[in-house]
């Protein structure tokens, strides 16, 4: 298993580790949803090294090289990818960076607006950094990433509600997120058609409670619980998730807390990417 990792670059950077993908063996659904997620922050658009990068990572999980779409405007970025082996379609959506002003506004416009895309209404800025990406990846889906066999969608944080938001449009998207916010109400996740969704929260992952559930949010599915230990649980009861958390948030002050590097609260680390796909690699 690959080890946990409390630091800040883990969680801020987390496209500068190497890529977890080997081509000596196939990869799982989660592998590959976890591993493209945190791909999808490689910021191959302004470079080419960075693009070359990105390109040989996905090569080494079978993929041709893949389309980039960008919106400067609203900060939006994903990559698709052919896999020509059984034509499997991916995308991959870019989470929120800290350091782009566009991504900060996207998260915090909190209020609704309605999504006549499916039903019900859903963040507005996730909406709107959706609706600058969705046409130009449906363009390139009935195109040159037409026919396929089947379609991954997926993303971390803020790459993780939009992910959902593709998922509302194309219901015969598998849907994998990491760390996802709220998106819409519960008429939007009364509304999603997509049969195959995960979930994935990391024990204290303080994101997966962001907006509050008081507000006029709810989560679109149930969720994956990934345990401190890094282990997969589905459908856990709350007392369980409780107790774990709370072992967890013990252990982290005493182990990492304040040591040089670190994020201070163990709700933070673990929204890093690489703490959800250690459960997997």
């Not at 020509?84 to 960076?97: C, E």
């Not at 939007?188 to 507000?215: E, H, K, M, Y």
């Given at each position: 298993m690959i080890p946990y990792d409390p630091s800040r670059t883990a969680l801020y950077a987390p496209e500068r580790a190497p890529t977890l993908f080997t081509p000596e063996a196939p990869t799982t659904l989660l592998q590959l949803a976890t591993e493209a997620s945190r791909l999808a922050y490689v910021r191959s658009e302004g470079s080419k090294?960075?693009?070359?990068?990105?390109?040989?990572?996905?090569?080494?999980?079978?993929?041709?090289?893949?389309?980039?779409?960008?919106?400067?405007?609203?900060?939006?970025?994903?990559?698709?990818?052919?896999?020509?082996?059984?034509?499997?379609?991916?995308?991959?959506?870019?989470?929120?960076?800290?350091?782009?002003?566009?991504?900060?506004?996207?998260?915090?416009?909190?209020?609704?607006?309605?999504?006549?895309?499916?039903?019900?209404?859903?963040h507005v800025g996730f909406a709107g950094a959706a609706r600058t990406l969705l046409p130009r990846i449906g363009h390139w889906l009935d195109g040159d990433a037409k026919p396929r066999n089947g379609l991954l969608l997926t993303g971390h944080s803020l790459g993780a509600a939009l992910a959902t938001l593709a998922a509302s449009v194309w219901p015969e998207g598998r849907l994998v997120t990491l760390g996802s916010p709220r998106v819409g109400d519960t008429a939007?996740?009364?509304?999603?058609?997509?049969?195959?969704?995960?979930?994935?929260?990391?024990?204290?992952?303080?994101?997966?409670?962001?907006?509050?559930?008081?507000?006029?949010?709810?989560?679109?599915?149930?969720a994956s619980y990934i345990t401190s230990a890094g282990e997969l649980v589905e459908r856990p009861d709350a007392?369980?998730?409780?107790?774990?958390?709370?072992?967890?948030?013990?252990?982290?002050?005493?182990?990492?807390?304040?040591?040089?590097?670190?994020?201070?609260?163990?709700?933070?680390?673990?929204?890093?990417?690489?703490?959800?796909?250690?459960?997997f690699f």
């Open positions: 090294a960075e693009a070359d990068r990105l390109a040989a990572a996905l090569a080494r999980a079978g993929f041709e090289a893949p389309r980039l779409f960008v919106d400067a405007a609203s900060g939006s970025q994903a990559f698709g990818a052919v896999r020509p082996a059984d034509g499997l379609v991916l995308v991959a959506f870019r989470g929120t960076q800290p350091d782009e002003l566009a991504d900060l506004a996207t998260d915090l416009n909190a209020l609704t607006t309605a999504w006549p895309e499916a039903a019900g209404r859903v939007f996740a009364a509304g999603l058609r997509n049969p195959q969704r995960i979930r994935l929260v990391n024990c204290c992952d303080l994101v997966t409670d962001l907006p509050p559930s008081l507000s006029a949010y709810a989560h679109v599915t149930p007392v369980q998730v409780d107790d774990d958390r709370m072992r967890a948030r013990t252990a982290y002050f005493g182990e990492h807390a304040g040591k040089p590097g670190a994020v201070l609260l163990r709700d933070l680390a673990d929204h890093a990417p690489i703490n959800y796909a250690r459960a």
